[in-house]
């Protein structure tokens, strides 16, 4: 059974600071571990993603993510906030032998104050 | 690029009937999926769907649901007889193969009045 624990379902951020969005994973094989953003009312969007390659990822909009396999975590950072990042983000775990089966956290709503 | 669609954007139905929601996957994806949202919660997965057969699904996929890929674009997730707790919005997901993140459509938000 694999699970998933964001850390903090609110993170508020000042424009220009740094984005930190905790997610801890359970799996009990390798996993595939994904952040997915959401704004109101769309669909989900793909950031990045970690398939047992690099342990750190970049994805898009400049955001990035290091696995640590010893801590369990796939922390989700961008150096400077902006506006438009105001979002609901998820972390979601796969394991490798149905990628799109995932388990996803309950969300990180972020705020970005101007 | 491509992308997953699904129709209605938006569907309200009365308690007790049947939905059927939409989706076209990625035209060369091989492996679909359903998730649903609750206003307000996370996403969970109902359903995956392989080789004209459900691979795997959660317990929340009871009887009531039901998958199918009636031709070779689209792929349907039926409620049959719906409930209030039912509403949420549904996505539909593909990808080409087990070792590929799932590429997910906009969502149906279905209501049940």
């Known amino acids: 059974a694999q699970s998933v624990t964001q850390l903090g379902s609110h993170v508020s951020v000042s424009e220009g600071a740094l984005v930190l969005l905790r997610c801890n994973y359970s799996?009990?094989?390798?996993?595939?571990l994904f952040w997915y953003v959401q704004y109101p009312n769309q669909g989900l969007q793909l950031l990045l993603k970690?398939?047992?390659?690099?342990?750190l990822v970049k994805g898009i909009n400049g955001f990035e993510a290091e696995f640590k396999k010893s801590e369990t975590s796939f922390h989700l950072t961008k150096p400077s906030a902006h506006m438009s990042d105001a979002a609901e983000y998820f972390c979601?775990?796969?394991?490798?032998?149905?990628?799109?089966?995932?388990?996803f956290g309950d969300g990180t709503t972020l705020t970005v104050k101007p | 690029e491509p992308e997953v669609t699904q129709t209605p954007s938006h569907q309200v139905t009365q308690m007790g009937q049947e939905v059927i929601l939409r989706c076209v996957p990625i035209?060369?994806?091989?492996?679909f999926y359903w998730y649903r949202q609750i206003l307000g919660q996370k996403v969970e997965f109902l359903v995956s769907?392989?080789?004209?057969?459900?691979?795997?699904k959660s317990e929340i996929f009871d009887d009531q649901f039901s998958v199918e890929r009636p031709d070779g674009s689209n792929f349907t997730l039926k409620i049959r007889s719906t409930k209030l707790e039912d509403s949420a919005m549904y996505f539909c997901?593909?990808?080409?193969?087990?070792?590929?993140?799932?590429?997910f459509g906009q969502g149906t938000r279905l209501t049940v009045v």
């Open positions: 997901a593909s990808t080409p193969t087990g070792y590929t993140e799932a590429f």
């Open positions: 799996s009990s094989v390798p996993p595939y």
């Open positions: 970690y398939t047992s390659a690099a342990t």
């Open positions: 979601a775990v796969s394991d490798g032998t149905n990628a799109g089966k995932s388990t």
């Open positions: 035209s060369n994806h091989l492996y």
């Open positions: 769907f392989y080789n004209n057969e459900i691979s795997e």
